[in-house]
């Protein structure tokens, strides 16, 4: 097992919080502490993602059916509507290639629930009203920071109250 020094664990811990935190160069740590904190996010992440539920686009266009792509309407509907619109989106690759600004200015803020600030979620089904499920579009990106882009849309679920 690899021994981490407590830099390691508080940069990793305070990144999973869900505080912006830019790793540099010139932080005022042993770069081997921040490499560690990477890596430590990585697994954490890794390992949260595998146990996470994602419906296949025909079990979403079975449960919330499938309507035309509106980003103006996307934005301003409630998860009824968003729910109505995910496969086609989705399907059109619209947001592959996309910023994280592009995609806001697109589906408008983000409202889901997941656990890290920079991979953006969009309620569409939301459990707290049907005491069923929660489910979400759930955008991820690559590259550094300021190179953000699109390259995965899925949709996420998991059992009201679980």
Do not use: C
Request: glycine share 6%; aromatic share 12%; net charge positive.
């Amino acid at each position: 097992m690899k021994t981490l020094s407590l830099t390691t664990l508080l940069l990793a811990t305070f990144w999973l919080g869900g505080n912006r935190f830019v790793f540099s160069e010139n932080a005022p740590w042993p770069k081997r502490d921040t490499n560690n904190a990477i890596e430590m996010i990585r697994n954490s992440f890794e390992e949260f993602y595998r146990s996470q539920k994602f419906f296949s686009l025909d079990e979403a266009e079975k449960r919330y059916g499938k309507e035309m792509f509106d980003s103006a309407r996307f934005r301003s509907g409630n998860w009824k509507a968003r729910s109505k619109m995910a496969v086609s989106m989705i399907e059109s690759k619209v947001l592959i290639g996309k910023t994280d600004a592009e995609v806001r200015a697109i589906l408008g803020p983000p409202n889901g629930f997941f656990w890290v600030e920079n991979i953006p979620g969009y309620i569409i089904e939301d459990g707290r009203e049907t005491k069923k499920i929660h489910a979400q579009i759930v955008i991820f990106s690559s590259g550094d920071h300021a190179q953000r882009r699109v390259d995965r849309v899925v949709i996420n679920w998991e059992t009201f109250g679980k």
